[in-house]
């Protein structure tokens, strides 16, 4: 058995009738909510239905779309012995794709999903054009029959090495791929976070993150499960439409503890207005906002920071951190209550945020890579929470970065290098220059390197604000990417393409998916504005 199990059952006898997870609209109103008594309760009895269906070891897909319904079913699937991973619900060609991919590639034996998702329309539409998955659709029940907690005797002992869930890459280069993550892996991280945001049972949790995401899955669900404390959920689609859901929930239920990606807090201080906000909102009660993101810009800090003081936010919340789905997590975190650390890499010409310290038990090296200055390479991490996939050999991450005062600060990624004249240069600093101007959408920028006659060349893709779209502005457009990138770096883009807002690819966490050149280039991938 494993240590999430055992935790809810701890917590169960301890705190049968505490909530365990509360699920709000997007006005931050309670809707449902279930116990730790009652979450076991169902946990056991959708287990018994599965032990009727699957398989021990099975490997299983979740299809849910809000993480209060997919806990209690991955959950079970831990309680009955099969391996489950999380995936985003398919709505799209290119998501069915992903789907085929990892059940021909990573032995998938079922998808599960809600009885309810085969109801939706839409749903069985885009199913009729992949009639070879149907066999692997096990649909469940969303609504289960109450039935006597006391029936329920402790679980099985720990085994801690047992391989208990899959985490699915994100895809930011390539296909996603099956991740396996064991029981030890799960409690080293936990705790490990646990110490570094100072966890208590009274600690109050918010997450609008996707399940799907490690983030979410992790720092979002399995914080409550492990040390008992109360998460309020908010489902990612009412944060996206409505992100003062957000502070509002903070302020009405007292939030502790919240996580965002850069582009999170660029969106509440680009979306939410002064006058969006009541003023009687009150966020005094955060101790510790969660920013995952590589590399995490210091002005998406500060303007955050900025806009919300008003509103009573602290002087230190941010706790910065760097992490990866194959180290369960998270691997270094900056200790909760203080200030973020700047620092100004000379050969580099840049300053960096610090990531933080190593958490518990985690081993950080920089192995030296070719063309980077002396301290900084590729970082290789060690430890209990990376996967058993790659303890053998360490965990190469493919992120540059350098190490100061025992502090990470990440510089880079490995493979996202062009040269131009001779000269290299970062693809996410060419991005982040494009992305300053004001016709550009937030995020609607990848840049990738052409290869022609042994001649790398700058091939731009570019989204647009919806209120430049117009054709007879694209000269003006490109005119001032070109002069911009002149200015900043002495280059010259070979090509520029531009596209709708929303219209390049995007990982499940919502980064920018650095799928293969050809893929970006490719007429059916992409609606290409002309």
């Not at 699957?54 to 991955?74: E, G, K, M």
């Not at 502070?247 to 850069?262: G, W």
């Not at 990866?324 to 945020?353: G, K, N, W």
Request: proline share 6%; hydrophobic share 40%.
């Amino acid at each position: 058995m494993n240590y999430l199990i055992h935790s809810l059952w701890r917590h169960a006898h301890v705190w049968p009738d505490k909530d365990i997870f509360v699920h709000l609209d997007r006005h931050a109103l309670p809707f449902r909510k279930l116990t730790f008594k009652e979450l076991y309760r169902l946990v056991c009895v959708i287990s018994k239905h599965l032990s009727g269906v699957t398989q021990a070891n099975d490997r299983v897909l979740l299809l849910y779309d809000n993480a209060f319904d997919f806990i209690p079913v991955f959950l079970a699937c831990l309680q009955r012995g099969c391996i489950p991973a999380a995936i985003q619900i398919p709505n799209s060609q290119s998501k069915i794709n992903r789907i085929r991919h990892l059940l021909e590639h990573e032995k998938v034996s079922a998808i599960i999903l809600p009885d309810t998702l085969q109801e939706k329309g839409w749903f069985r539409q885009l199913m009729s054009g992949a009639i070879d998955l149907n066999d692997k659709l096990l649909a469940v029940p969303s609504v289960w029959g109450s039935i006597a907690f006391m029936e329920y005797p402790e679980p099985e002992p720990i085994i801690g090495e047992r391989i208990i869930y899959g985490q699915l890459s994100s895809g930011t280069t390539g296909p996603s791929k099956w991740i396996n993550i064991t029981s030890d892996n799960v409690r080293a991280n936990t705790d490990a976070i646990g110490m570094s945001i100072r966890q208590r049972p009274e600690s109050r949790h918010l997450c609008w993150l996707p399940h799907y995401h490690d983030l979410g899955l992790v720092a979002g669900l399995f914080q409550s499960i492990c040390q008992g404390t109360t998460t309020w959920l908010i489902d990612p689609l009412d944060f996206v439409s409505r992100p003062q859901v957000w502070p509002e929930a903070i302020s009405k239920y007292s939030i502790h503890f919240s996580h965002a990606p850069n582009f999170a807090l660029d969106l509440c201080v680009r979306r939410i207005q002064a006058g969006q906000v009541a003023p009687d909102t009150d966020l005094s009660s955060v101790t510790s906002i969660m920013v995952c993101a590589e590399p995490i810009r210091q002005s998406s800090l500060e303007r955050f920071h900025d806009h919300f003081r008003p509103f009573g936010l602290g002087p230190t919340p941010f706790v910065t951190c760097f992490g990866m789905a194959e180290c369960t997590l998270a691997a270094t975190m900056q200790p909760q209550c203080t200030s973020y650390r700047i620092v100004h890499h000379p050969e580099l010409d840049r300053s960096f945020v610090s990531c933080g310290i190593p958490i518990d038990g985690i081993e950080v090296k920089i192995q030296s890579v070719e063309g980077q200055p002396e301290g900084v390479g590729e970082v290789i991490l060690a430890g209990p929470s990376v996967s058993p996939d790659h303890v053998a050999n360490g965990l190469h991450t493919g992120d540059l970065g350098f190490i100061h005062e025992g502090e990470l600060y990440i510089s880079g990624r490995i493979k996202e290098i062009i040269i131009l004249n001779g000269i290299k240069h970062r693809l996410h600093e060419i991005e982040d220059i494009v992305e300053t101007l004001p016709f550009v959408h937030d995020r609607g920028t990848i840049a990738a390197a052409s290869q022609e006659d042994d001649i790398e060349n700058l091939v731009l893709f570019v989204e647009l604000r919806r209120d430049a779209l117009r054709i007879d502005l694209r000269a003006e457009q490109m005119s001032r990417i070109t002069r911009a990138l002149n200015k900043e770096f002495g280059i010259t883009p070979g090509e520029i393409r531009f596209f709708p807002p929303a219209s390049l690819p995007k990982t499940s966490s919502g980064k920018k998916s650095r799928m293969p050149f050809s893929f970006l280039k490719s007429e059916t991938s992409v609606k290409e504005l002309i």
